[in-house]
């Protein structure tokens, strides 16, 4: 399995923006798909966005993160991100990035590869 570490999450005041980052290792990163989720307390882990090998796809979940949102990937960099934008309180949670090896998934069933997540918070 591919290793991966979370980056960039903190506090923000609503409105702000965050962008986290996610560091792969000890596999060839452009074999894997990737995605990000978040978990709030609470509540199930949910979808937010994945990305395909190359980045030439992405997948959101439009009513979560739909224009505020953008996943990106740098596969020289063996990194992927998330730039999230006019953040809101109702944001705040821990977000996780995780691989897999097939694209159009958004089930976190389906990714076999996780981080420990970073937090986020937005203060009203």
């Known amino acids: 399995q591919v290793q991966l570490v979370e980056s960039g999450g903190g506090l923000v005041q609503a409105g702000g923006s965050l962008r986290l980052s996610c560091t792969a290792s000890g596999r060839t990163f452009s074999n894997y798909v990737m995605g990000w989720f978040r978990q709030a307390p609470g509540k199930e882990r949910e979808f937010l966005a994945s990305i395909s090998w190359r980045g030439t796809g992405t997948i959101y979940a439009d009513s979560l993160v739909k224009n505020r949102f953008t996943i990106s990937r740098d596969n020289a960099k063996n990194t992927v991100s998330l730039q999230m934008n006019s953040l809101k309180p109702e944001d705040t949670a821990v977000y996780y990035c995780?691989?897999?090896?097939?694209?159009?998934?958004?089930?976190?069933?389906?990714?076999?590869?996780w981080g420990q997540g970073t937090q986020v918070t937005v203060s009203p």
């Open positions: 995780a691989a897999t090896t097939a694209f159009g998934s958004r089930s976190q069933k389906d990714f076999g590869s």
